[in-house]
């Protein structure tokens, strides 16, 4: 498991093509080898490299085995490997989102963050405490760009993470989806492991804190349309080959969007920033 991101599935790592290179002294002490054990192979056979016209089949065949080898020599010199192969170019995705996201900062920056999460999950927790504040401070709040929240519940790992998903979605409903994303956050530890139905009054009782609508919220958690937008924002992160959590998609919906995946530190999501805003 990553020290950064909560999986959703087994990944499997992708193949690399190892290359092996010679450096040309190394390459040039082989030809002096090879040329040594010619010899001593036919000193012992009778030969020597001096006494090549005692005869002439031996004497022919050594001729042209070198003549190969200068050949190769000559090949390698005109022709040297690559040590390093070219950084490829990183893939770009086309991230859909609606509406019903909930977006932090200006609607018009130029730049969009999409940021897919799961409540539960301890290093989207790490990205909240850490790194989020410096991204709020030097590009949302200045107008570069804006965060947009998508669903990612890990259901497998997670009991109590989608009933935190769609309470937070119910929030949202009512304009409140930032205060109760940074209560989810910072009461994770409290509320991670009880039991449903104590998780279900301590949700309650902070809808209630926030001043909230109650009667409009508990007919909102048994929406199937709260249920439906968690689904799509899953989906939409699938299709997107995010398969764990947080993982993070910077760029705009004209030119898409470069990956980012786990709790990156500041500088990582600094880097990716700045260079869409150059």
């Known amino acids: 498991m990553s020290s950064d991101i909560e999986p959703d599935a087994n990944i499997v790592p992708q193949d690399k ?27 012992f056979g009778g030969h020597s ?20 080898i200068n050949k190769l020599s000559e090949q390698k010199t005109q ?43 301890p290093f989207c927790s790490r990205f909240y405490e850490n790194t989020l504040p410096m991204i709020q401070k030097n590009y949302i ?30 929030a949202d409903e009512q304009g ?11 009461t994770q530890n409290e509320w991670k492991n009880m039991p449903s139905a104590v ?10 804190d926030m001043g909230l609508d109650i ?3 508990d007919l909102c958690l048994d929406s199937p349309d709260i249920l439906k937008e968690i689904e799509q924002d899953s989906l939409e992160a699938s ?4 398969t764990g959590t947080p993982t993070f998609f910077i760029g705009t919906q004209k030119d898409g969007f470069v990956k980012l995946v786990g709790a990156q530190p500041y500088a990582s999501f600094q880097d990716v920033l700045d260079s869409k805003l150059t």
């Open 49 to 68: 490299l001096g006494s090549f016209e005692q005869n002439d089949s031996n004497h022919i065949e050594t001729e042209l085995i070198l003549a190969q």
């Open 239 to 242: 299709r997107n080959g995010a």
């Open 215 to 217: 009667e409009k919220y």
């Open 141 to 170: 709040d200045t107008g570069k760009a804006k965060l947009v929240y998508m669903d990612l519940p890990l259901d497998n790992l997670h009991k109590n993470a989608r009933l935190a998903h769609v309470a937070a979605e119910c």
């Open 199 to 208: 998780h279900l009054t301590f949700l309650r009782q902070q809808a209630f």
């Open 79 to 121: 022709s040297p490997t690559p040590t390093q192969q070219p950084t490829a170019a990183p893939q770009i995705f086309n991230v859909k989102f609606d509406a019903d996201d909930p977006v932090k900062g200006d609607s018009d920056a130029p730049i969009t963050i999409v940021e897919f999460s799961d409540f539960q999950c």
């Open 17 to 43: 093509n190892d290359t092996v290179n010679l450096k040309k002294s190394t390459y040039n002490k082989l030809l002096v080898g090879l040329v040594f054990a010619i010899a001593a192979a036919a000193f």
């Open 176 to 186: 409140e989806f930032w205060q109760y994303h940074d209560m989810l956050f910072g």
